[in-house]
């Protein structure tokens, strides 16, 4: 029972399957396969919010508070990286949707 299967393995594919299992690994944790590169490409309203729109939709939002607002206000300043005013908002549109049901 001379088998030489197990005596001399094919290293040329075990080099070529661990390359090709570090290039999966790779494109998997970089996110090509989740589908997280192409959401880049359909951003909405790209363009930046002036100060002068801000202030219009904060009156707007005081005038007649409604939830689409106060998420409206708080993607902008999310966009600007003021992530505590962010916050601040998405929770006024959560109070204002919970006096609305």
Same mark, same amino acid.
């Given at each position: 029972?001379?088998?030489?299967v197990?005596?001399?393995?094919?290293?040329?594919?075990?080099?070529?399957? %661990?390359?090709?299992m570090?290039?999966?690994?790779?494109?998997?944790s970089?996110?090509l @396969?989740?589908?997280?590169?192409?959401?880049?490409? @359909?951003?909405?309203?790209?363009r930046?919010?002036?100060?002068?729109?801000?202030?219009?939709?904060?009156?707007?939002?005081?005038?007649?508070?409604?939830?689409?607002?106060?998420?409206?206000?708080?993607?902008v300043?999310?966009r600007?990286?003021?992530?505590?005013?962010?916050?601040q908002?998405?929770?006024r549109?959560?109070?204002? %949707?919970?006096?609305?049901?």
């Open positions: 029972m001379k088998s030489t197990l005596a001399r393995p094919n290293l040329k594919f075990f080099i070529i399957s %661990g390359i090709m570090l290039f999966v690994q790779h494109f998997a970089s996110g @396969f989740s589908g997280r590169a192409a959401t880049g490409l @359909f951003v909405l309203n790209a930046a919010v002036t100060d002068t729109e801000l202030d219009a939709w904060l009156r707007e939002a005081r005038e007649n508070p409604s939830v689409a607002a106060y998420v409206r206000i708080s993607h300043y999310e600007r990286g003021d992530y505590k005013r962010a916050l908002y998405l929770r549109a959560e109070k204002v %949707g919970s006096i609305d049901e």
